[in-house]
C-alpha cells in the first residue's frame, strides 16, 4: 500500500460523554465487526426482503435449493467464505453522510487480525482502526479529546457495558460478507424469502451485559455466500444491517468475493440513523501473514495519548 498501514488519520467525533461516545463509536465498531455478525424475534416479525424485486431466478443459476437443508448451506457457504483467509485493498472508498470518497486501505487476516485505514485527498489521514490477537484500537484525527481509543480483547465486555456497545467488534468478517455460520449455533431456518434468491437463518443471542439479540443472516442461494447480516433488539426492533451491494469474481484466484458492502445503523447518530457503504476496490487475496507486524501492531500518534476504554 502506500503508506501499506504505516502510522500516521478524521472521520467522526468522540466526546468524554458516554452517550455522545457511544453513538460515534458506533459505526467504527461496526467497521470492526461490522461480522458489521453484521451486523426479529425467534416468533415475531420476519425481517422481509431487503433486495431489490428481481425476475424469478433460474434454477441453474442457483447453487442452493429452496430445499438445501441447514448442515448443506453451512457447508457450502463456509466453503467459499474460508476461501480467502486474508485480504488486503489498497484502493477501497468509503461514502456516507458527511464522508465522501474517503480512500480506505483494507487488511485481514484469519481469525484475528484487522486494520483500516481512512484518508482524503486534501486531508490526510483520517482514520486508523485495527484488531489483534490482544488488543483493538480506533484513532480519529478530529476526536476531542484527542486520544488513541484501546480495549483488550479480553475486556471488551467491560468496553461493552461501560459505553452501552451493541455491536461486538469481533464481527468484522460478517460486516464485510466473509464470515462463517457457527455450526453449533441453534438456527431457525432456513427460509426462503420472497424474491427467490435468498434464504434466512436467524439465532438468538446473549450479549455479555445480558440483552437479548437475533442475528438474522441472508444467504445468496446464487453464490452461496453471506448476502446480509442483520442485528434486532429484543423488540425485534432493527439495531444493524450489513449488506452485500455485488458480489465480482476474483481474477487471481478465481473466488467469488463481495465487491460492495452497504452499513446502516437506523438508531443512531439520535435517531436519524446512521448509513455509509464501502467499495473494496481491487483486493488481493491470501497473500498476507500473521507475521506482518507493521500491519497489526498499534501505532502510536503524538498528542493522542492512549485510552483504555474498559476504564472509562
Not at 486494520?115 to 483493538?136: F, K, P, Q, W
Not at 453449533?184 to 445480558?210: F, I, K, M, N
Not at 439479540?213 to 444467504?219: E, P
Given at each position: 500500500m502506500n503508506h501499506y498501514f504505516h502510522h500516521s488519520a478524521k472521520f467522526v467525533f468522540l466526546s468524554p460523554d458516554k452517550q455522545k461516545t457511544r453513538t460515534a463509536l458506533f459505526p467504527l465498531l461496526l467497521v470492526f465487526g461490522l461480522s458489521l455478525t453484521l451486523f426479529s424475534g425467534m416468533s415475531g416479525c420476519r425481517s422481509g426482503n431487503p433486495f431489490t424485486k428481481a425476475g424469478k431466478p433460474s434454477a441453474q443459476t442457483m447453487v442452493l435449493s429452496t430445499q438445501a437443508?441447514?448442515?448443506?448451506?453451512?457447508?457450502?457457504?463456509?466453503?467459499?467464505?474460508?476461501?480467502?483467509?486474508?485480504?488486503?485493498?489498497?484502493?477501497?472508498?468509503?461514502?456516507?453522510?458527511?464522508?465522501?470518497?474517503?480512500?480506505?486501505?483494507?487488511?485481514?487476516?484469519?481469525?484475528?487480525?484487522?486494520?483500516?485505514?481512512?484518508?482524503?485527498?486534501?486531508?490526510?489521514?483520517?482514520?486508523?482502526?485495527?484488531?489483534?490477537?490482544?488488543?483493538?484500537?480506533?484513532?480519529?484525527?478530529?476526536?476531542?479529546?484527542?486520544?488513541?481509543?484501546y480495549c483488550r480483547n479480553s475486556d471488551y465486555p467491560k468496553c461493552e457495558s461501560e459505553l452501552n456497545l451493541s455491536i461486538n467488534p469481533a464481527w468484522i468478517l460478517d460486516?464485510?460478507?466473509?464470515?462463517?455460520?457457527?455450526?453449533?449455533?441453534?438456527?431457525?431456518?432456513?427460509?426462503?424469502?420472497?424474491?427467490?434468491?435468498?434464504?434466512?437463518?436467524?439465532?438468538?443471542?446473549?450479549?455479555?451485559?445480558?440483552?437479548?439479540?437475533?442475528?438474522?443472516?441472508?444467504?445468496?442461494?446464487?453464490?452461496?455466500?453471506p448476502a446480509a447480516v442483520r442485528i434486532y433488539d429484543r423488540f425485534n426492533s432493527l439495531i444493524a444491517d450489513a449488506r452485500v451491494k455485488s458480489f465480482r469474481q476474483d481474477s487471481a484466484t478465481g473466488n467469488t468475493i463481495p465487491a460492495a458492502v452497504e452499513i446502516s445503523c437506523p438508531k443512531e447518530n439520535q435517531g436519524r440513523g446512521m448509513k455509509f457503504s464501502i467499495h473494496y476496490g481491487s483486493p488481493t487475496l491470501n497473500q498476507l501473514e500473521a507475521a506482518s507486524s507493521h500491519l497489526w501492531t498499534m501505532p502510536e500518534y503524538p498528542g493522542y495519548p492512549p485510552v483504555n476504554m474498559a476504564q472509562h
Open positions: 437443508t441447514l448442515p448443506e448451506i453451512i457447508q457450502r457457504v463456509n466453503q467459499n467464505v474460508l476461501r480467502v483467509d486474508s485480504f488486503v485493498t489498497k484502493n477501497a472508498t468509503l461514502n456516507g453522510e458527511g464522508v465522501f470518497n474517503l480512500k480506505g486501505e483494507i487488511a485481514f487476516k484469519r481469525p484475528n487480525y484487522f486494520r483500516l485505514i481512512g484518508s482524503h485527498a486534501v486531508t490526510g489521514m483520517e482514520l486508523d482502526i485495527g484488531r489483534n490477537a490482544d488488543v483493538m484500537w480506533m484513532w480519529v484525527g478530529k476526536a476531542e479529546p484527542k486520544a488513541m481509543y460486516a464485510m460478507g466473509f464470515g462463517i455460520l457457527d455450526p453449533t449455533a441453534p438456527y431457525e431456518g432456513p427460509t426462503p424469502t420472497d424474491d427467490g434468491r435468498h434464504l434466512e437463518l436467524r439465532v438468538r443471542e446473549t450479549t455479555s451485559s445480558g440483552e437479548i439479540q437475533t442475528k438474522v443472516f441472508v444467504i445468496s442461494r446464487e453464490h452461496a455466500m
